[in-house]
């Protein structure tokens, strides 16, 4: 199955990507956990980073400036560079 991802920052032109399977597991896996700065997003991924800690899971924290402007790019090479897989709060 394909799967067609829109980029919000230019509609002119659909990108197309391939999406990446999932792992099986977290056993092993660096997890970044990143905040848009939206309203309680940092309440969320406490929870969660809480829940991994548990399992032993190596968990990176990392936060968008503003939820109203793409992430900085140097902030996305360091995700890319420092994490196997993301998990992205979008709470209000």
Do not use: H, N, Q, W
């Amino acid at each position: 199955m394909a799967l067609e991802i829109l980029d919000p920052t230019d509609e002119s032109t659909a990108d197309s990507r391939t999406a990446l399977d999932r792992p099986a597991s977290l056993d092993g896996l660096r997890v970044g956990l990143l905040d848009i700065s939206k309203a309680r997003g940092d309440v969320f991924l406490d929870r969660v980073a809480e829940l991994l800690a548990e399992r032993g899971i190596t968990v990176r924290r990392y936060a968008k400036p503003t939820f109203t402007k793409p992430m900085p790019p140097d902030l996305r090479r360091e995700i890319t560079t420092e994490c196997d897989v993301v998990i992205e709060a979008l709470a209000d």
